[in-house]
């Protein structure tokens, strides 16, 4: 039903540059963000980024925000993730995510609210 590709991920030295793309297909709500979590050993699977399908409106968790960039294409329903000046601490396994919202976008980003995931992508930052 729900389908996702999704791709991007690799091997990037520190400094550098990735952007993930995530296009999703099937999707019948009327209010939905697409979004994704990273998923590391040391830690839980954390929200990273998400925006709202209808309104545009973006989230970025702490980490991310001033060098991560999440943007839409509607006509493709398609999100992708700009990730730049990359760090060690970026690695992980990515998983791009849909969640239902209402028109406000109003809602919390976390893995509990998410409908819909994709299989997930690897990013290694390193040397």
């Known amino acids: 039903q729900v389908q996702f590709v999704e791709s991007g991920g690799g091997l990037v030295q520190p400094g550098g540059s990735l952007r993930l793309s995530c296009s999703v297909s099937g999707v019948t709500y009327d209010y939905y963000a697409i979004g994704w979590f990273r998923q590391t050993p040391g830690k839980g699977r954390e929200g990273v980024s998400c925006i709202s399908m209808h309104a545009g409106s973006t989230y970025y968790t702490d980490s991310a925000k001033g060098r991560f960039t999440i943007s839409r294409d509607n006509a493709e329903n398609t999100v992708y993730l700009q990730m730049s000046s990359l760090k060690p601490e970026d690695t992980g396994v990515y998983y791009c995510?849909?969640?239902?919202?209402?028109?406000?976008?109003?809602?919390?980003?976390?893995?509990?609210?998410?409908?819909?995931w994709g299989k997930g992508m690897l990013v290694t930052v390193s040397e």
């Open positions: 995510a849909v969640q239902e919202t209402t028109r406000f976008a109003n809602f919390w980003w976390n893995p509990n609210g998410v409908d819909y």
